[in-house]
């Protein structure tokens, strides 16, 4: 999947002593001038975008609601990530039982996406109800111009889940074709194509393949391909979500 610049790869929030709200990505910051090596880590340092003090109860419980579905939202581009992968390459055709585990791995994945990005949605409608509270006019819509941005990233993902499950309804329904299998129906069909008894008119121009299914992996990839296409606008969200993140908390 595309790699997106905003929430998708750099948003972490972090409260930290005393109360200040911080919007980090995970970048790399400029090595250390320090002779001595630098302990390894596991993780990437964090370079700092934003810092806002935050000091009411209001305030902290909107920071939980955020962090909350930025983390929901940032799994489910993961989640996406992975079921692109699987969808690539999973094996629907060799056999039934390899093509039952398969679709058990889609569905798992489906199942994992959804629910999270239903929570998500969940959680900034508690966030919303909560910026109601904010004491001016200008936070109140600062805040509602975030939550539409995230929101928006996390509809799509539940947009996209709802796709796979319909993928899912069709691999179901349809019987493995192994490459032997497939060459034999296109063999046949160009076949009844050159029958005298089925002769059809020298106008239609008709492909004798298009009636032959693809094997079910193919229809995956396919699938994979459309699915990473209808993906590109959650990094627009992301991105939108990100440059609204200090205008709505400013007032805290």
């Known amino acids: 999947m595309k790699a997106a610049v905003g929430l998708r790869t750099v948003m972490a929030i972090v409260v930290a002593i005393p109360l200040f ?12 001038t320090n002779a001595s090596p630098a302990p390894k880590s596991t993780e990437r340092p964090l370079r700092e975008i934003g810092r806002i003090r935050v000091t009411t109860p209001l305030c902290k419980a909107l920071v939980g609601d955020a962090v909350r579905a930025i983390d929901i939202e940032t799994e489910n581009d993961r989640r996406l990530a992975v079921a692109e ?16 585990r398969g679709v058990q791995d889609i569905t798992r994945q489906f199942v994992a ?7 998500g ?17 200008d936070q109140r819509g600062n805040l509602k111009l975030f939550a539409d941005a995230l929101d928006g990233a996390l509809h799509r993902q539940k ?94």
């Open 121 to 137: 949605n969940g959680v900034l409608h508690v966030f919303r109800e909560r910026a109601r509270a904010a004491t001016t006019d």
């Open 159 to 252: 947009t996209l889940a709802d796709d796979i499950v319909r993928l899912i309804a069709y691999l179901d329904a349809h019987e493995p074709i192994d490459k032997d299998a497939h060459d034999a129906m296109i063999f046949n069909a160009f076949l009844l194509e050159n029958d005298s008894r089925f002769q059809r008119s020298p106008f239609e121009g008709r492909d004798p393949r298009a009636g032959v299914p693809e094997p079910l992996s193919t229809t995956s990839k396919n699938a994979a391909t459309e699915l990473a296409k209808r993906a590109e606008p959650i990094a627009r969200d992301e991105d939108i979500a990100a440059a609204r993140i200090e205008p709505a908390f400013a007032g805290c």
């Open 85 to 100: 992968t699987t969808l690539q390459t999973v094996d629907l055709d060799s056999n039934q039982i390899v093509k039952h």
């Open 113 to 119: 996406l959804r629910a999270a990005a239903v929570e």
């Open 21 to 32: 709200f911080a919007m980090r990505p995970a970048a790399a910051l400029p090595p250390a």
